[in-house]
């Protein structure tokens, strides 16, 4: 098709690569998802997830840097909405109080019907891998970043001053602790194969004494006022 035809546009046909692609990519997810949980995460290989998804390896390094990213490549969708909580609040103890939410809400996409069989395999993988346990290290500290970073913005100018900023980097710190507690709580739970709901019960639980305890030490703080 030349430049001039009127037929067949650029976008339904970008669509479909899209969709095209995206089918592949959560085949190769799913397939090796399967051999994790049947098998270990340690003992899978990228070449038998390839096979077990029936495309080539070099497809899956299309899609996928290593196997820690197809195993934690769903992770957005269960992130609580950080930016969204840090932005909407006037002051810090209504700051914290929207981080629990985020969190809390996380919980429940992730133990939604349609998601908990996903969510209970995800922990139990998880728990019993030594290296997914090391990979899960840099994603706290991205997260805590990231709050950081939201953190930073909303401060506007007083961030150029050097006891603000270690005062928010002390406070995102503690706010991750706080969320990685209920996770691990969470993570805890599936993987001993409780109820979806015992399950959120216990990383509730923990989320709201860490959020409690931050409510009393940085509710009434100045610098975490909205700028």
């Not at 932005?87 to 809400?105: I, M, P, Q």
């Not at 709050?147 to 995102?172: H, K, P, Q, W």
């Amino acid at each position: 098709m030349t430049t001039s035809s009127p037929a067949a546009p650029a976008a339904p046909s970008s669509g479909l690569r899209g969709r095209k692609r995206e089918r592949t990519r959560r085949a190769i997810a799913d397939a090796a998802f399967r051999l994790f949980a049947d098998e270990g995460f340690d003992a899978v290989t990228l070449t038998r997830i390839a096979a077990a998804a029936d495309v080539a390896p070099a497809t899956v390094f299309t899609h996928y840097a290593s196997k820690e990213d197809i195993f934690f490549g769903r992770r957005p969708e269960f992130e609580p909405g950080i930016a969204e909580a840090v932005r909407g609040a006037a002051t810090g103890a209504e700051l914290v109080e929207r981080l629990r939410r985020a969190c809390t809400e996380a919980f429940g996409t992730m133990l939604a019907a349609d998601s908990l069989p996903r969510a209970r395999a995800f922990s139990r993988i998880l728990l019993d891998s030594p290296s997914l346990r090391r990979s899960y290290l840099p994603l706290a500290r991205e997260r805590r970043d990231q709050l950081l970073s939201v953190l930073l913005e909303r401060a506007g100018e007083r961030a150029a001053d050097a006891g603000v900023r270690d005062e928010l980097e002390t406070f995102a710190s503690l706010a991750g602790a706080v969320r990685e507690l209920g996770f691990d709580a969470l993570h805890a739970a599936l993987a001993a194969g409780e109820p979806g709901g015992s399950a959120c019960e216990a990383a509730t639980a923990a989320v709201d004494r860490g959020y409690d305890r931050l409510v009393r030490a940085y509710g009434d703080a100045p610098f975490l006022d909205a700028g």
